[in-house]
């Protein structure tokens, strides 16, 4: 495997790159979250910020069932909503009435009335029931078929080739080769701040219990029950892999929408207008 994190890490000194533990993220409540630093090395270095910035990072298994288990469940749901729809239009019904609650013998008395054929009907209101229930459905409903597994695979893949630009996935820096290479997630749509001198103090390592949950919640570091969290530098991603993690992060802020040619017309302007100077 490449050689993400640095073999001598700074776990003296917070530095670009940085991996810290205790750390918070939106969803992820109760589970294990990290922070990749993002601050610049100089600004850090010379002390030259108020502030320092991470971006959080959660084991797969949490980014599976949090992330990749709610857009399959959201896209089933609104296929099984553009089914019904496509089969109401046909028999002249408005899609309109997915979304207006209408009572159960109301919505039957609706589809009965227009969709002739018993078994027909039948059918349709075998399928709204399904997508009534989706919402509450077990991620093993999505994934029963070829279908879904293979629409798990498509947001894996996405994942894997960087085509998912709100993720980052990266190796454990703690894992056991021998027991098989696990895998981590950055947040690269999630910002997250502390102090200068929370985050300066990290490399001596804090102990939750010195610390009170104020100080905590205005670092963005995470409260427990038992006050057991230790906060410290874990690890450190290295260079050239952080300024590619950097790169992603930043393209999220910083591309610019504007208006497109209009491409195919353009293209056939200047295929004609190339033709009178070549030929």
């Known amino acids: ?14 530095t670009q790159g940085s991996i810290i533990t205790g750390c918070i993220a939106s ?6 979250v990290w922070g990749c630093i993002i601050t610049a ?11 320092v910035h991470y971006l959080p990072i959660v084991n797969f298994d949490d980014f599976l069932r949090k992330e990749i288990v709610d857009e399959l469940k959201e896209e089933c749901i609104e296929e099984l909503k553009t089914n019904l729809g496509n089969r109401m239009k ?34 349709f209101l075998d399928d709204y029931e399904k997508y009534l229930k989706a919402p509450n459905s077990a991620i093993k409903d999505v994934l029963s078929d070829s279908k879904g597994v293979g629409k ?4 894996i893949d996405r994942l894997v080739n960087n085509d998912n630009t709100n993720y ?43 610390i009170s949950s104020d100080f905590l919640t205005r670092n963005s570091l995470s409260v427990s029950l ?22 992603r ?25 190339s033709k009178t100077i070549l030929i």
């Open 1 to 14: 495997m490449r050689q993400l994190y640095n073999k001598k890490p700074k776990y003296l000194e917070i």
């Open 27 to 32: 969803k992820y409540d109760g589970c294990q």
């Open 41 to 51: 090395r100089c600004d850090l270095s010379n002390k030259k910020v108020g502030m």
């Open 90 to 123: 046909e028999k002249g019904v408005s899609p309109s009435f997915l979304d207006r609650n209408l009572g159960h013998d109301d919505f039957e008395t609706l589809i009965r009335a227009n969709f002739k054929k018993k078994k027909e009907a039948d059918n």
């Open 152 to 155: 798990l695979k498509r947001e």
């Open 168 to 210: 980052h996935l990266i190796e454990d820096w703690l894992c056991d080769k021998s027991e098989g290479q696990f895998f981590r997630v950055i947040l690269l749509r999630e910002i997250k701040e502390m102090s200068l001198n929370c985050a300066l103090s990290l490399p001596d390592g804090l102990l939750e219990t010195d």
């Open 226 to 247: 038992d006050k057991s969290n230790f906060y410290y530098v874990d690890s450190e991603i290295a260079s050239p892999y952080i300024e590619h993690i950097l790169q």
């Open 249 to 273: 992060f930043s393209n999220n802020f910083i591309r610019i929408g504007v208006e497109d040619l209009p491409k195919a017309q353009v293209s056939k302007q200047l295929v004609e207008y």
